[in-house]
């Protein structure tokens, strides 16, 4: 590893430690994401190959954090270290959101910003979904910002599927609680609605400044959304009753969703309100959300 100089940690996941270093060569910053191969007659985890494998697939579009290179290193006792180097940026979105909330001056992030960091996350999340993968894990820590370029990427693809027709029965140990759609939190199967009912609850927040659905189990999760948004009926969600999870919730008529969102305009509202649906065959997909009037003051030629 001669090749890179570590400057810094800067993550720990399930899966390895993430540092921030520089390609000796180039002086390119680089995030250096190490992997720990447990010894195995298989050879390398499967999880590890379909993350490497999904990132080198997806790291054509600019709003997916670019896979740079894969590095193997032998070290002892047959054990491997893996090494994926990525392009360095230099904030995430919960950071970058916390850094307006600073006193003694907290500000709201501009509506503009806003626009154009959602319209960016649907196209990434498209991309996703045009090459057959789900993410499963939106949240604002793995929504990685260029603060200079103003470009937002999608990253951490480490609970990222690729998803086949039929659907199979996916784990449900997927998405932080608070971005995670209700027909997960209800046992049902799953697709591409997952991510785009993550993407809204990632709008909300980009627009409120603090967490839309903030609960501490995953039955108070469903409260919290049933509160806001109505308990589901069989009206809305047609066999919703049915699913594996689902209890006798108590029965609350859905509120006015701009009151959520008191910073944003009746189309933001709107597409808002698309990307929290229910039903998952009803929920707006992510091409179709870029096309929506929300974005009609935004130059999408920039993108």
Known sequence: MEKYQKLEKIGQGAYGSV????????????????????????????????????????????????????????????KHLLFLVFEYLDT??????????????????????????????????????????????LKPHNLLIDVEKGIIKIADLGLGRAFSVPLKNYTHEVVTLCYRAPEVLLGANYSTAVDMWSVGCIFAEMVRMKVLFLGDSEFRQLLIIFRLLGTPTEE??????????????????????????????????DLLSKMLIYNPADRISAKDAMNHPYFDTLDRNQF
Do not use: M
């Open 92 to 137: 995430d979105l919960k950071k970058f959101i916390d850094s307006h909330l600073q006193p003694p001056n907290p500000t709201l992030l501009p509506p503009n910003t806003v626009q154009s960091f959602l319209f960016q996350i649907c196209s990434g999340v498209a991309h996703c979904h045009s090459n057959g993968v789900l993410h499963r894990d």
């Open 236 to 269: 809305v969600w047609p066999g919703v009753t049915s699913l594996p999870d689902w209890h006798a919730y108590p029965q609350w008529e859905p509120q006015d969703l701009a009151h959520a969102v008191p910073y944003l305009g009746a189309d933001g509202v």
């Open 19 to 78: 540092y921030k270093a520089r390609d000796t060569s180039t002086g390119q910053l680089v995030a250096l994401k190490k992997n720990h191969l447990p010894i195995s007659d298989q050879g390398i985890p499967p999880s590890t190959l379909r993350e490497v494998s999904l990132l080198q697939l997806l790291s054509n579009s600019l709003y997916i954090v670019r896979l740079l290179s894969v590095e193997h290193i032998p070290i002892h006792n047959g």
